[in-house]
């Protein structure tokens, strides 16, 4: 029974290098790595041992003889991305090229000592390469009580697949050299400056915080939000626990077709019921339960063939929900069908093909997708009633009635204090991770995930995008180019304490967690604080370790 990856691939590679016979592609070190919406084994190649299943930390392996009904498409989806061939391939024992760990040369002036801002996937992927090395030291600094950036406040909590990397970032967390400096603001309760004097480097791992706006009349009005200031509300990110999300509407529109329109629209159609058994926080479950929503329109502003969205969550996001065309967008798909050469877009648009008329009754909450409508203008008095749209081969303006309209046209990252910042990508002016300023080096300044390539890809992409910058920086430790730390590293505690007393530590993430499983029962995976003070209430009451250990702890720090 060849094994099948699905739907909450998350990318990292961690199944390929497990792989005893490089049968699982495209590898980190293959071109196409990077844009892949996933990765495929090749179900003649393999030999069935498993190994790829327990490397895969969101649990998206599965033998084939295992797979759920609404998996089954994805043993198709496996076998396509490689040539046909007649029967069964020999076993081999060939094995991925794997990825070098940087070589840290011991020197002079301490261990290398990392302080790395942001706690999300990029964050911990950095800390996990930087500390196979015995003796670094690594401090991840987050300025939320709680860690994990968009694995906690981002992926939906109908996804928990997808979360069970947390499992993975819980385990470097207990790495020797790790140490965890939660609820920290870097940039306002300590500077750049101050950072790099505690240590070797800083590595900003921060992600795209923002979003990218739409410039139309309109937006800004009563109704209007964008789509993951809506993903961060019903996953409890602290910010946004207050956000007015109306659902008394019959329409919601979404203007943009990538996976972050596609989470929203799925949670806002999908039985409360079945989200109550999730992570979702507690103010949104009970929105949706009083929701008058009946139809979710996603809007792309081109055709079916560049839709944004991949493959995996058409394929999930169909399986789970009832999603429609209006007859105008089935031609289109047609069209586009005939036309298209490409193998992923084929295989998007033949799911699109068979998808439901809008024109039928609707009987339950639903998702139509749209296409070729360009937004114009948001309309409403004192608040939103609809959207305004050019299409696309008409002259005709569409106008489509709604009580929300939500934008998801993509994040944004914004400038760190400290360092440069480039406007038009939004992003860290790097190379390989190193910043540049001014056409140089900014010495002891790193970048890694989205703030240094922009917001694309999946979680475990930061991986390898991670892994490169920790090459480089390790190189330019190794050459002498990163002065020593100005303070020792017992200071650092003593340091963060004085500027924010309400420092939490590992122990404190540990607190919370627990206590968060705690009130959850057992038919949800956590209830989770969404306000600063309970979750800083809730790491006070963490178990100090004995003396003599916390002792043995300062004196290797
Ligand atoms: P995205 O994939 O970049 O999609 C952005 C969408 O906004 C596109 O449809 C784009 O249309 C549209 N758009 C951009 N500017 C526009 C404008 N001025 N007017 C109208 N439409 C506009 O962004 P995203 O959905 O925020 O996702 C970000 C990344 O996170 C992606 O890599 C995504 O795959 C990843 N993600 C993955 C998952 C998952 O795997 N489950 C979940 C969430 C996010 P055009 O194509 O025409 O520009």
Redesign the pocket.
Known sequence: MPHVITQSCCSDGSCVYACPVNCIHPSPDEPGFATAEMLYIDPDACVDCGACVSACPVGAISADSRLEPEQLPFVELNAAFYPKREGKLPPTSKLAPVLDAPLVHTRRGGPLTVAIVGSGPAAMYAADELLTQPGVRVNVFEKLPTPYGLVRAGVAPD?QKTKQVTALFDRIVGLPGFGFYLNVDIGTDITHDELLAHHHAVLYAVGAPDD?R?DIDGIGLPGTATATEVVAWYNGHPDFADLSVDLSGERVVI???????L?VARILTTDPDVLAHTDIADHALDALRDSRVQEVVIA???GPA?S?F?LP?LIGLTSACEVVLNPVDKERVLADLAESTDALTRNKLEILSKLGDAGTPITRPRIRLAYHL??RRVVGESRVTGVEFTSAGADDVVGVPAGLVLT????RGKPIRGLPFDEAAAVVPNDGGRVIDAGAPQRGSYVAGWIKRG????IGTNKSCAAETVHNLVADYNEGLLADPAHKTSALQRFVRGRQPAMIDADGWRAIDDAEVARAGDDRPRVKFTAVPEMVDAAAGAARPPVHQRLLAGLRR
């Not at 917001?455 to 999946?458: D, N, S």
Request: no cysteine.
């Open positions: 996804h990218r739409l203007i943009g077709n990538g996976n972050v329109a989470d792309a502003r081109r560049a944004a991949t969550e360009t937004p998801s046209i993509g994040y917001p694309t890809g999946f």
